[in-house]
């Protein structure tokens, strides 16, 4: 499973995190280990903080397992309705721009230059 964490977006990687299939730690280690491996490595990254990354790691990966951050089941009557329906349900009549606010015009002819 941690091959196809290379190929993951970020979004992908975060939900599988929040959902705990996804170690925070395991997961940095994976790249850290990419980078290493990497042979352009020295042209691609200026510095490497392994140490910072594996701290936030371990705080990432404390957090997700907090019960304050349980993901909460969600049932289709609670489901959010989706923002274009909110949008759309929401309507106000709008005033077009155009005739909102009328053209600038400049009050006379600037003076001739002599």
């Avoid at 349900?89 to 077009?96: G, K, L, M, S, W």
């Amino acid at each position: 499973m941690a091959a196809e964490w290379l190929g993951m977006t970020a979004a992908d990687l975060g939900r599988g995190i929040g959902r705990g299939e996804i170690d925070p730690l395991a997961l940095t280690k994976e790249y850290l280990a990419a980078i290493q491996g990497h042979p352009l490595r020295d042209r691609i990254y200026a510095r490497l903080t392994e140490s910072r990354a594996l701290a936030e790691a371990e705080a990432a990966a404390a957090r997700a397992m907090s019960p304050a951050n349980a993901q909460v089941q969600m049932t289709p009557a609670k489901a959010p309705i989706p923002v274009l329906e909110r949008i759309r349900a929401n309507r106000i009549a709008q005033t077009p721009p155009a005739a909102a606010v009328p053209p600038a015009r400049p009050a006379a002819a600037p003076p001739a230059v002599p």
